[in-house]
């Protein structure tokens, strides 16, 4: 089974900071990668797909890129709206497998 | 609207079943693959299992042999039968379509499997 890794697991960060995340495959998965965000209570929402490509109606300050086993998230400037969990998730074989979350608190 | 519907879950003893449903609409859930995503309490997600389009399946291990996903395409409906359920399969159960990633979800629903 390929196995997701992120990092930070927890990050501080204030209204209008860049954040980054990162998150790493244990083997290549090419760009078969997804980013989800998840409020407490609420379904993930997917974010970024195929790496880098933004889902319909998702603000342009997200952003994903990497390719092979590294993989980053960036929110430009974060707005209240993305204090929230983010998680990383590859498909490029079955078992799918997420990585452990990365929360985005307020500093 | 597109949407998802999960429901079924509740309160089970461990050892016994339950039978899990994820109504859609405005798509045929026999056009897509379909799976099954769990979130223990407090914990992150897991896949579970899912159904392709032409009703391939496939499952994590930690299910495999008591868990079987399937769909009723006159009812347009996606299910997960849980058998011999154990504390660790106490979760939220959502249903997700799969495109490019799991690009629609239901709300989920919540079983507990408790004595």
């Known amino acids: 089974d390929i196995q997701m890794t992120q990092s930070p697991s927890t990050l501080s960060a204030s209204v209008g900071d860049r954040v980054t995340i990162s998150c790493r495959a244990s083997q290549s998965i090419s760009s078969w990668l997804a980013w989800y965000q998840q409020r407490p209570g609420k379904a993930p929402k997917l974010l970024i797909y195929?790496?880098?490509s933004l889902e319909s109606g998702v603000p342009l300050r997200f952003s994903g890129s990497g390719s092979g086993t590294e993989f980053t998230l960036t929110i430009s400037s974060v707005q209240p709206d993305d204090f929230a969990t983010y998680y990383c998730q590859q498909y490029n074989s079955y078992p799918f497998t997420f990585g452990p979350g990365t929360k985005v608190d307020i500093k | 609207e597109v949407q998802l519907v999960e429901s079924g879950g509740g309160l089970i003893q461990p050892g016994g079943s339950l039978r899990l449903s994820c109504a859609a609409s405005?798509?045929?859930?026999?056009?897509?693959?379909m799976s099954w995503v769990r979130q223990a309490p407090g914990k992150g997600l897991e896949w579970v299992s899912v159904i392709h389009r032409f009703g391939n399946t496939y499952y994590a291990d930690s299910v495999k042999g008591r868990f079987t996903i399937s769909r009723d395409t006159s009812k347009n409906t996606l299910y997960l039968q849980m058998n011999s359920l154990r504390a660790q399969d106490t979760a939220v159960y959502f249903c997700?379509?799969?495109?490019?990633?799991?690009?629609?979800w239901g709300r989920g629903t919540l079983v507990i499997v408790s004595s």
């Open positions: 195929r790496a880098s």
């Open positions: 997700a379509r799969e495109g490019n990633g799991f690009d629609l």
């Open positions: 405005e798509f045929n859930v026999s056009d897509d693959y």
